[in-house]
């Protein structure tokens, strides 16, 4: 288990990053596109959307750094990296999928960067143990 914890911990901060890199590209998106006369930023939805967005990207970036600092102080955090790495990971995906939504019809389009993105991002949730396993190896940590 000690073994696995930096791989995991290396997606959890992969997926953070990934996140953080298709929000960008999406609020240029919105700021950019209009429709109605007026940029999709403008609307109270896509507001709302872009805004709960950002809070999940920096709750996840909060924990994944202080994840990083512990396991450089050496400390046992293989329950918090399982975490970690379900939680950013399902994060990540469900940011891409709204993020994907916003671009409308030119997110399914594979020369948009959000459309790989959006691809890319599903095998995070496999990779390092699927998310089931590591929902198991938090449920027996915490003595289930």
Known sequence: ???LQP????LAVSAVAAAEMVFELTLRYCRERSAFGKPLAKFQH???ELA???TEIRLGRTFVDKLVA???EGKEVVTEVSMAKYWTTEMAFRVADRCLQLHG???CCEEYPIA????DLRITRILGGTNEIMRGI???RLGL
Not at 7 to 10: A, D, G, N, S
Not at 116 to 119: D, F, V
């Open 7 to 10: 791989e995991r911990l290396v």
């Open 1 to 3: 288990m000690q073994n």
């Open 52 to 54: 709960e967005m950002a």
């Open 70 to 72: 512990d396991h450089l």
């Open 105 to 107: 019809g030119y997110g």
């Open 138 to 140: 938090i449920a027996r």
């Open 46 to 48: 896509i507001r709302f």
């Open 116 to 119: 790989r993105a959006w691809r």
